[in-house]
C-alpha cells in the first residue's frame, strides 16, 4: 500500500512510500546483522515498525522567532519542579548518595538532569524508538546519524535490557527517564542493581546510575561546581563572552565580577571560567566552569545548561536548610 495520503503535509510527500520505508529497512537489517544483531530481534523490530509523518512535522517545525532565556527560564524552573526536585532528593537520598559517591558526582546534578528531562520520570515519551529512529533514518536529511542510532537501538534490544513494546521514548528517539539517545545507552547506561539489565525506563537505581557515569567519562569535576550568576563591570566588551575567552576567576574578580550581591567570588581563584550571557550583556550573566562544559555535552544549549546548574543549587540549597532546621530542633 502506498501512504501518499500520510504525507500529504509534505511538498515531496510523493518520495516517502511503503515499498521505499520498506527497501530501506532492508539495508538497515543488512547493516545490523553485520554488526552482530541477530536475524532474531531483527525480523521482530524492522518488520514490525511504521513510519510516522508526525515525527518528521516535528523534526521540521521551526519557531517563528526565537524564546529569549528571560521567557525560557521561569517555564523550566518553576518553584513545583524545584519543590519536586527536593522531595526527589529527599525520598531517594540513600540511592542517589551511592551513586554519587562511586561516580564522584553530586547528588542534586543527578536529580536535576533527570526534572529537566522528564519531570523526574513523569513524561518519557510514547513513541516506539524503532519507529522514531526508522522514520528520521528514512527521511534522509541526517541518515547517516540515525540509522546509526537506529542499529544501536536494535543492538539494545537483542542483549534485551528492554523489550520492543517498552521501549518508548521522544519523537526523535530519545528513551528512558534519563532521554538517552540508543548510542548515549551503549556508552555510559550501567546496570545500578546488578539484575543483568540497563534500564533507563523503570529501574531508579539504573536511571541514576547511568546518569553519573555519563557525567563522570564526560569529564566531570567533583566539588568544583558548575559556575554562578555574577554581575559584570560597566563596559566589559561582548568580545569576552564565551568559551573562547576563558581565564581563572582571580582574573575576573581583578576585572570588577561580582557576585549577584556584590560579593567577590568564591570560587578557587585558579579555576578557569568564561561568561555566558544567554540573552547578551542585557541580561542575566554566568561565570561557569568546566562542569558546564559537561553539561552541554548532554545538551549543547545554553539554557539547558544554566537552567540544569540553577535547578542543581536550588536543590542542594534546600536540602542544606532542611538539614540546618533538623540539627536546630
Known amino acids: 500500500m502506498i501512504l501518499i495520503a500520510l504525507f500529504l503535509p509534505f511538498s515531496a510527500a510523493n518520495a516517502y ?32 515498525a511504521t513510519f510516522k509523518p508526525r515525527t518528521i512535522e516535528l523534526d521540521r517545525a521551526q519557531p517563528e522567532k526565537k524564546t529569549l532565556y528571560a521567557e525560557y527560564k521561569p517555564k523550566i524552573l518553576s518553584q513545583d519542579r524545584i519543590d519536586k526536585g527536593r522531595l526527589m532528593y529527599k525520598q531517594h537520598r540513600v540511592q542517589l548518595n551511592h551513586f554519587a559517591n562511586i561516580y564522584g558526582v553530586e547528588p ?12 523526574y520520570g513523569g ?23 540515525f540509522q546509526k542510532e537506529l542499529v544501536e537501538a536494535l ?27 540508543p548510542s ?11 539484575d543483568g539489565k540497563r534500564d533507563i525506563w523503570k529501574d531508579l537505581d539504573d536511571v541514576f546510575a547511568s546518569t553519573a557515569n555519563y557525567l563522570r567519562q564526560s569529564g566531570w569535576q567533583h566539588n568544583q561546581g558548575w559556575g554562578q550568576r555574577v554581575k ?4 566589559i566588551p561582548a568580545t569576552m563572552v564565551g568559551k573562547e575567552y576563558r581565564r581563572p576567576i582571580a582574573y575576573w574578580q581583578k576585572l570588577g565580577v561580582k557576585t549577584l550581591n556584590g560579593h567577590n567570588l568564591s570560587a578557587n581563584k585558579r579555576l578557569e571560567a568564561y561568561i555566558v550571557a544567554p540573552d547578551g550583556l542585557s541580561g ?28 542543581a543549587d536550588a536543590i542542594a540549597q534546600g536540602d542544606s536548610q532542611e538539614q540546618e532546621e533538623a540539627y536546630n530542633q
Open 108 to 119: 542534586q546534578y543527578i536529580v536535576a538532569l533527570w526534572g529537566i528531562e522528564t519531570n
Open 284 to 311: 542575566e550573566t554566568y561565570l561557569v566552569y568546566s562542569n558546564y562544559d559537561v553539561i552541554l555535552k548532554w545538551n549543547r544549549s545554553t539554557y539547558f545548561a544554566t537552567t540544569v546548574g540553577l535547578l
Open 184 to 194: 548515549s545507552f551503549r556508552a555510559y547506561a550501567v546496570d545500578g542493581d546488578g
Open 123 to 145: 513524561f518519557t515519551g510514547g513513541t516506539g524508538i524503532i519507529d522514531a529512529l526508522a522514520t528520521m533514518a528514512y527521511e534522509g536529511r541526517r541518515r547517516e546519524f
Open 232 to 235: 559584570l563591570p560597566q563596559g
Open 17 to 48: 512510500t511503503e515499498e521505499g520505508f520498506r527497501s530501506f529497512l532492508k539495508e538497515v537489517a543488512a547493516d545490523a546483522r553485520s554488526q552482530g544483531v541477530s536475524d532474531l530481534t531483527i525480523s521482530m523490530a524492522l518488520q514490525s
Open 155 to 181: 543492538k539494545i534490544l537483542d542483549e534485551k535490557h528492554i523489550t520492543l513494546d517498552e521501549m518508548k521514548g521522544s519523537w526523535a528517539g530519545a528513551m528512558g527517564q534519563n532521554q538517552f539517545m
